[in-house]
């Protein structure tokens, strides 16, 4: 069977890492650090797939069934 | 893309509010202007229905789940519902949900096939073949011959057919898995043994338990026609290798065993699969909560990358306070422990705060006023 991603399953949302200015920029406007964020694993399977390190911050577009599109982020550890 | 967008993109309201508030200016057909006005208008209305800061969103949560749960049926309520399977439903299914079980009682999978098979019975039979776990006892009458000290497989013509199976298949496995000399006689299958009773019963024994064909864990498969195409459901289940069977399509193959999708398909996936089993759970008993209330709960589950349960080994287990968790569960445990390490509670929750009588973090309490004092000459 050929490969097929994770991330076009069903039940998963859109990951992917943010570059390192991105990240900044986001915690400067929410104000807070790193660590307040939600986690995600480094052996998530999804944050393998697009290569995610520790340390990183991952966007997570998510189709919310009450906004519409919500936008998350979380920390990999 | 419409005049109202420009519009609409200068406020950061939801996409569902703004699809709502553009599709009724389109219908009116106002001036930009107007739109402007309309769109100022619902941003404040918006903003006005926002959860306040401080505001005891879980409590609320808690009990917007708690008195519906309430009402749901304390048994275990079995059904005919989707294909004749037995599934669990009502409290049971909740409390198994929210506390993450491993294996919940009725592991139920919805394979979806791709393009190929979907659309034929005879080629959706073909996956659910590969897919559901054939016994030797499914195929074919087993004896022990105790005078020549051989099993004896007498095989059923007409299930070997149904199950898409040949004799020498059947013979080849059995060779491999149990390590023994099979032969075929007129029909029949002979495995042979060393010359030991014992010996005889515990190759018996194994060849009752040996998956033939499918995935052990998948106990049976019903196929189902919904709209155009053929859907398999699955008593048992195992995403990892039916989603690596030839004809699944994996990106719509869904399991209602929470865990198993946190592992294969990670945090994000189990957040939604928690959100959708709680809800459809609640609803079909008949109970209205709020998606909002749900999304908190699964949110908190999963906000420290790990599925975690809600109590004792999970979210309720792991506060930071002593006093918090003594309140909740095993509460001289607690304290003992607590005690032996010398803990400190920083009382910084709202738990711990209402035990020792002190204002809590909420609301109006979460706020500190502070005032600059300028003096101004006159």
Redesign the interface.
Known sequence: MSKVSLQNHILVPVHEVLKKDEGEELLKTLDIDKEQLPKIKVDDPVAKEIGAKIGDIVRIIRESPTAGKSVVYRLVV | MSKYDSVLNKYPI???I??EIKEKLEELKVTKKVAGEVAERCYRAYLTNLMEPGEAAGIVAAQSIGEPGTQMTMRTFHYAGVAEIDVTLGLPRLIEILDVRKNPSTPLMTIRLTEEYAKDRNKAREVANRIEATYIVDIADVETDIRNLVIVVNLDEKALKRKQLTIDEIRKKIEKSLKTEVVEENGNLIVKSEPSYKVLMDLFDKLKKLVLAGIKEIRRVIIRKEDDEYILYTEGSNLKKVS?V?GVD???T?TNNIYE?Y???????AR??VI?EAISTLEEQGLEVD??HI?LVA?TM?????LKQIGRHGVAGEKQSILARAAFEMTVNNLLDAAVRGDRDRLSGITENIIVGQPIKLGTGDVELITRYTRTKK
């Open positions: 939801p996409d569902t703004k699809v690596k030839k994996f990106t719509r869904i999708i592992e294969v398909l990670g945090i994000e996936a939604n699969a959708e998606i909002r999304m949110d999963t906000a420290d990358g790990e």
